[in-house]
């Protein structure tokens, strides 16, 4: 038995990059910062604030909602699964991405509209 299951709640980077390839499905594209806040641990030891940043993929009715509705700053709840990609540079050296592939999308709220 395997599981491969993301849970993110965080806001959007920048505004989102949809295209509509040969299939004509919509997909989506973007940066969603999660933000562990700073803390003082029982030591007395402060632990500074951590940002993690996710490149975010939506396929399809996801999608759509994405160019409708999120830009930067737009606060999300994501489930998906997390995929790895290579391709070769210019230069034939392999890079590597991983991103996570939405299988569910709610948008929460913008920062500043009363939405922590």
């Known amino acids: 038995m395997a599981v491969n299951k993301v849970i ?19 997909v989506a594209q973007f940066s969603l910062a ?14 500074p ?3 993690e940043w996710h ?9 759509e909602i994405v160019e409708r509705y999120v830009k ?3 606060q999300l709840y994501i489930e998906g699964k997390l995929r790895t990609r290579m391709w070769e540079d210019r230069n034939q050296i392999k890079r590597y991405v991983t ?4 299988d569910v ?11 922590a």
């Open 8 to 26: 993110l709640l965080g806001n959007v980077g920048k505004d989102p990059e949809v295209r509509y390839p040969q299939q004509g499905q919509a």
């Open 34 to 47: 999660t933000t562990e806040r700073a803390y003082t641990n029982a030591n007395g030891v402060q632990v």
């Open 49 to 51: 604030e951590r940002t």
């Open 55 to 63: 490149n975010i993929v939506a396929w399809g009715r996801n999608a």
């Open 72 to 74: 930067k700053g737009t």
């Open 99 to 102: 991103e996570v592939y939405v």
């Open 105 to 115: 999308l709610e948008l929460l709220g913008r920062r500043g509209e009363g939405n």
